[in-house]
């Protein structure tokens, strides 16, 4: 059998993605107790917050992804838009602002005077990841209910059925691979993050692994880690479950909807954009108002968007022929899942095994090559299911037809394939660039000594109590990750136009 | 020329397509026609070299393409039409045609030729399915191919679309002079546009001759029935002459030389007579076609048998009504 182009380059990347993994094998083995109770407080915190995390966001996501699909809107566009930007936020921006914003003492208590629940724990971490990764659901679920074709809702109505019924029974059904999909990448999203747990003081297997790194328990850190891997793996082999039936693209269907409609579903959804979006950026602002531009070293913004923008070139040279070997068979499928490992690994566990691998290698040490390796193995599968998404849906029959017009493999790929994927790899980019723009715990055990960025600035600000300095960063932090967002509905806009 | 001997293909250990064999001459068109899953599209797709064959040659006299020896379809001078249109959605039309020419004027032509002139800066997505096919097949002649391949372009397009672009792509194809290979579902279409017609069955070729062969003279009863209505009915064959219960016929054997027959009957083949003093049979049902009426007569053996009326005649459900065989051509006939 002939093996595929794209396989040598995806073996690499897949092998990269284990280094991590085997570093951090050898570290635990050196690790003596296993299991124990703290432990079981642990597991139990995380699946907590995993679960809760999940089904805030299917809540909130699946009927956002109905309405932005379906329903004729004003500002159809701009809906679309500011809920997808809570993606853009960094969650411990919104964890670091809730928690400032909310209880005895806080600023709307200071600001308005009464007093609201305070918001740590549980609870605190539970609706701070909803809110800022439910996007991902609605993403996911808009996409998948896109591609249906009106007709069959338009039949089971035709035979009867009322619209709520056929949503349940008609198009409900065709759209749970996608909302599965994004259910996944909530969960593992919510495993990963370091920042809005440890802001919210709830002992989750990140916000340990962190204590016991500084503690200088390096090896009972990855043993934790390995713990934490193991979910991971799990849900990992859930999502090579999910199969992604194809349908043939038609035309989508239609809801108008009157005006008490209108208002109930506004009153329904406001309020998770007041939270996610309009607080932190009036509790941002207030502070600004308040400390002024206190002298605010603004290479610090440099630094960030360098190294995520050589992170999301990277990613996406990689991203391309791992896609493509994901397509072209079982093998290729296998090299892929391996690649998503680096999404599984928390930042704080990645940037443990990179800075003992950094040890062992003195020429990686303390550069910004180390870091952005750690951005690239962490966000790679972003880039990769992107663009395995746009060339999934190109049809083989333009490949064939470039192919017999007497085009060679590489010039298929470069005047065809390339051209109508490249939405899917600008998406991949954008994705990867935000979230290395956020990242905030490899960056801090990684970054070369005396290279702040904006993110592990917030974090040293938020330590040292002096919140009033978070709002230029924070603020920042915000436009440059909409900016990305911006670059990613464009990629999608001009699609749209294409078909 | 292109000439295919022994061509098997293979998906996993299931055979699509065994032992074709077939030449294709300057400039003919052949129509491959089958039911469904009978591997048409699939030995287009072995032509083109999108697939892999098993055993088997093709050969165009420039390439020779064996299990072993793989030519890459960029380099087998072949064009394909798709029945998805496959036009590159990113390009304009005039982008689509000229993919691959360095002189876009070859292009004009066929541009001009298809009615594609007001559409020329185009994108796909804004024209409709004959557009969009006429697009693709301009795109494919443009760029000079040996010989054409065409896979049931017709079958996405609008019934009253069909019938003229049907006539435009064989006669694009004849004016440009290269030989085609046309897979169509549609008997009435194979008849009609091909020079020739082959018949395929699970893979296997029944037949391939002339569209009038095909039609009068099917070498088995599954063609007989591809191709058109047909009814069967017994008789006694000597010589050349063929004894029914519906009269005599001249006859041709078409497989084992017996003497007890089942011969072929094409509707027109049969004349009916309402009113008749000794009816032989009763209309079981009629359908009006326009200009003609299709009935259903069954005899006193049960045999069910087709005769095709002036819309003049008018014969109801139930009438009681004498048919014959009336043709002055041998009839096939088969061995019981």
């Known amino acids: 059998m002939r093996i595929p182009a794209s396989y040598p380059m995806a073996l690499l990347a897949a092998l990269l993605a284990l280094v991590p993994v085997y570093i951090l094998i050898t570290l635990a083995s050196d690790a003596t107790a296993v299991f124990d109770s703290h432990n079981l407080k642990i597991l139990g915190n ?343 998404t746009s060339t999934e849906h190109l049809d083989s029959s333009l490949i064939k037809s470039a192919r017999v017009l007497g085009a060679s493999p590489r010039e298929a790929f470069m005047r065809i394939t390339l051209p109508l994927t490249l939405r899917g790899i600008i998406a991949g980019a954008a994705l990867v660039f935000l979230e290395s723009m956020r990242e905030l715990e490899a960056t801090l055990l990684l970054g070369p000594t005396g290279f702040e960025t904006l993110s592990t600035y917030l974090w040293r600000v938020y330590e040292a109590g002096y919140f009033g300095r978070a709002a230029i960063p924070g603020l920042l932090l915000v436009v440059i990750s909409a900016c990305g967002l911006a670059i990613m509905l464009s990629g999608e806009k001009r699609s749209q136009l294409e078909h | 020329m292109l000439s295919v001997s022994k061509l098997s293909i293979d998906y996993g250990s299931n055979r699509v397509v065994s032992e074709l064999n077939l030449s294709l001459g300057e400039s003919e068109i052949l129509m491959l026609v089958g039911p469904t899953g009978c591997g048409k599209s699939t030995i287009l797709q072995a032509l083109a070299g999108l697939i892999p064959i098993s055993e088997g040659e093709i050969n165009l006299g420039s390439w020779r393409a064996t299990p072993k020896l793989k030519v890459p379809p960029e380099k087998r001078k072949v064009g394909m039409v798709f029945q998805d249109f496959a036009l590159f959605p990113h390009l304009t039309v005039q982008q689509n045609i000229c993919f691959r020419l360095t002189d876009t004027s070859k292009a004009d032509h066929w541009i001009k030729l298809l009615g594609l002139e007001a559409f020329r800066n185009k994108k796909p997505a804004t024209l409709s399915g004959g557009q969009k096919q006429r697009v693709a097949l301009a795109r494919t002649l443009a760029h000079e191919p040996d010989f054409v391949l065409l896979d049931e372009p017709l079958s996405n397009l609008d019934a009253a679309l069909k019938d003229t672009l049907r006539w435009d792509i064989r006669n694009a194809l004849k004016d440009a002079g290269v030989p085609a290979i046309w897979v169509t579902h549609d008997q009435e279409e194979a008849l009609s546009v091909g020079d020739r017609v082959g018949v395929l069955k699970e893979g296997i070729i029944q037949q391939i001759d002339t569209p009038e062969r095909c039609f009068s003279l099917p070498s088995n009863r599954f063609v007989a029935r591809f191709l058109g209505e047909a009814s069967f009915i017994a008789g006694n064959c000597e010589g050349d002459i063929a004894t029914t219960d519906l009269g005599n016929a001249p006859a041709i054997k078409v497989d084992h030389d017996t003497a007890k027959v089942d011969v072929l009957l094409r509707p027109d083949d049969i004349h009916l007579i309402q009113n008749a003093n000794s009816s032989n049979g009763k209309v079981t049902w009629v359908r009006y076609e326009g200009g003609s009426r299709l009935c259903a007569v069954k005899l006193a053996c049960d045999t069910v048998v087709t005769s095709r009326v002036s819309h003049e005649v008018m014969v109801r459900p139930g009438d009681a009504v004498h048919v014959s065989i009336n043709t002055t051509h041998p009839l096939a006939v088969y061995a019981a």
């Open chain 1, 46 to 388: 995380t699946l907590s917050l995993m679960v809760l995390t999940v089904i805030g966001s299917i809540l909130i996501g699946v009927p956002l992804a109905f309405i932005s699909a379906y329903v004729q809107l004003p500002f159809k566009k701009l809906w679309l838009v500011l809920f997808a930007a809570p993606l853009a936020i960094p969650s411990y921006i919104g964890a670091f602002t809730l928690y400032a914003a909310f209880g005895p003492g806080g600023e709307i208590n200071q600001l308005l005077g009464f007093e609201t629940p305070p918001m740590y724990g549980l609870t605190g971490a539970a609706i701070v990841m909803t809110l800022y990764t439910f996007p991902f659901v609605m993403l996911t679920t808009r996409s998948s209910l896109l591609s249906l074709d009106a007709s069959m809702v338009n039949a089971a109505r035709t035979l009867g059925m009322s619209m709520p019924m056929s949503v349940f029974k008609v198009i409900l059904p065709r759209v749970i691979n996608g909302i599965a999909a994004g259910s996944l990448l909530v969960a593992l999203y919510t495993l990963s993050d370091f920042g809005t747990p440890a802001m919210m003081r709830l002992d989750t297997f990140t916000r340990v692994i962190y204590v016991e790194y500084n503690a200088f328990g390096l090896s009972r850190a990855a043993m934790l880690s390995l713990q934490l891997m193991v979910i991971v793996g799990f849900l990992l082999f859930i999502e090579s479950q999910i199969k992604t039936a194809s349908e043939r693209h038609g035309r989508p269907l239609m809801l108008f909807p009157s005006n008490s409609q209108k208002l109930a579903m506004l009153v329904t959804f406001l309020p998770v954009l007041l939270l996610a979006i309009c607080l932190p950026l009036a509790i941002f602002t207030l502070w600004l108002a308040r400390d002024g531009i206190a002298d605010f070293d603004f290479s610090i913004a440099w630094n960030s968007a360098y190294a995520s923008g050589i992170a999301a070139i990277v990613a996406v040279v990689v991203a391309v022929p791992v896609a493509h070997a994901a397509l072209s068979g079982k093998v290729g499928r296998i090299m892929e899942r391996v690649t998503y490992f680096g999404f599984g690994i928390p930042g704080i566990v990645m940037g443990t095994a990179l800075v003992y691998g950094g040890l062992q290698l003195p020429l990686l040490y303390q550069t910004l090559a180390l870091l952005v390796i750690a951005y690239v193995l962490r966000f790679l599968p972003l880039a990769v299911g992107s663009v395995r």
